[in-house]
């Protein structure tokens, strides 16, 4: 089947909202973008959702995870019947908002129990990230995320394990679900408490203001943030989520995934969508990773989705393995009616391979969307039209959320209001008072632009990242969002990605980091000169043409915030720790590692 059958076939029907935008044009040349459809009404707390199914469904799976070779599942009523007991459990210890509840561990079915039992108590919790608790080398965002939580309880899954982590967890009670060190709390111990009046009594005190969690963001520009959740947030969320995607509640949504709980794409956008649809999560063990695809193979080789979430790395990952098993492709696509990306900018090749392997498989295209949002706003804040999802492209507001768009520097900046925009950050009045302007709109700090200037019905594309964005030395401005998709691009598929140099410099540069399977030989320095000069022959001025790169071979540190454990670059911490690696991109002559582009191009007007 070739790529124009697939891009020409019709897409597998699925009922998709088509967002009518309302503007505002400002005479201080702000917009104001909302949705012409008003939000609907949601419930005051996350757990009404639980408290619902397990009356309207209570055998149905919930979570599953796997056990061996079998998965271990619970259903609505069990999973209710455990969180009354793990409620009434929290509430017998001096927790509150002062001393909340921190979850060291990734996704499992007791990590879920024991923050649906939090979120029905009324008690704030944080999941950190295990990339800080597990892969650091000197936990220095592990005692930085614990010393501003002060948690009075700390949980993790195996105590042996995370014992390094947990030695880092002065004061708080520690409780595991297995091997728990001298001194702390088995974890069924508290699963065998008996629930009391008092379950009820406390579930309905929390209201729409209560903190639901903490969710910390990478710190990409610093030391991680603690951005707090209400539950209002995470219910306005779910609502605005089912009305732009109308068939997630036709039918209880089945979904495999992998997305860690302590990221809101994972731990808000998707669980909180099987728990207010009723649907069933089967948790991925596995990662988009060489040695961790092959568990997420297996999983989907057993369950076939309904709707499929990953961030552009886990597609290009898994896409190798569709293309080599039709047992998996068949199952992949025998019911998935969505195809969800978010995080970054999903590469053009990815995309069509996907569409081609549906039609081949199926008959049809699925459905692919995207969307724009951030931890501080629960996530879902924009969503492509059905009908204009493109690379790039994320869309309009949805239902409930207003969009300001403030000039700067020539572009529109991003700014936003509604029920899922976050308070402010946990103890710090100095960065919540910067993130919001003076109408109390939130500033996300990424820049959009419209895709048709005459008509607003496509959307908006993102445009890069106002903080990365720099100067030449001749004063030319870079847009360092849009050059880096191009570049990607052009250099695939020998390169997964980059990052762009250049400020006050003469021209651009990049480091460029390898794609999977790739040598780091001759061949692939011709190719990559090729490709390198091709762009930049096609470039329309010297804030677009990159003339030389150079291959960052050495392994992204976590630990100084090189990347996040889903893959995220930080451009400005790779750019200031390899300065080394810059430097020689502009030596002259260039060393024999720099690529450079051909002399012709490089010079092309």
Known sequence: MSLVDGATARIRPVRIALPVPVMTRRTDGCVIVGNAEPLGPYPVRLTAWLEHWAVAAPDRCFLAERSGSDWRRISYAETLASVRALTQALLARPLDATRPVAILSGNGIEHALLALACLHAGIPYAPVSTAYSLLSEDFARLRHVLGLLTPGLVFADDGARYAAALSRAAGAEIVCLRNPPPGATPFDELRATVPGDSVAVAAARVGPDTIAKVLFTSGSTGVPKGVINTHRMLCANQQMLVQSYPFLAETPPVLVDWLPWSHTFGGNHNLGLVLARGGTLHIDDGRPVPGGIAATVRNLCEVAPTVYFNVPRGY????????????????????????????????????????????????????????????????????AHPAHVAAGVIGLPCPGVSLKLVPADGKLEARFCGDNITPGYWRDPVQTAAAFDAEGFYCMGDALSWVDVG?????????????????????????????????????????????????????????????????????????LVTRLSALASTARGSSERVCRLALLNAPLSIDAGEITDKGSLNQHRLLARHAALVASLYAEPPPSHVICAVEETVHAA
């Open 316 to 383: 290009e990952v898994l896409l190798e393995h569709l293309r080599a098993d039709a047992v998996l492709r068949r199952h992949f696509f025998s019911r998935l009616r969505m195809l969800f990306y978010a995080g970054a900018s999903l590469p053009a090749p990815v995309w069509a391979a996907y569409e081609a392997m549906a039609v081949e498989t199926t008959g049809t295209r699925i459905q692919w969307m995207t969307g724009l949002g951030a931890t501080e706003t629960a996530p879902f804040a924009l969503s």
């Open 455 to 527: 008509d607003p019905t496509p959307g908006l594309r993102f445009d890069g990242r106002i903080a990365e964005d720099f100067k030449l030395a001749t004063g030319t401005w870079v847009n360092v969002g849009t050059l880096r998709a191009r570049l990607i691009a052009g250099l695939a598929p020998l390169v997964r990605d980059v990052v762009i140099a250049g400020h006050d410099r003469g021209f651009l540069t990049a480091l460029a980091i390898l794609a999977d399977g790739i040598g780091n030989d001759g061949e692939t320095d011709a190719a």
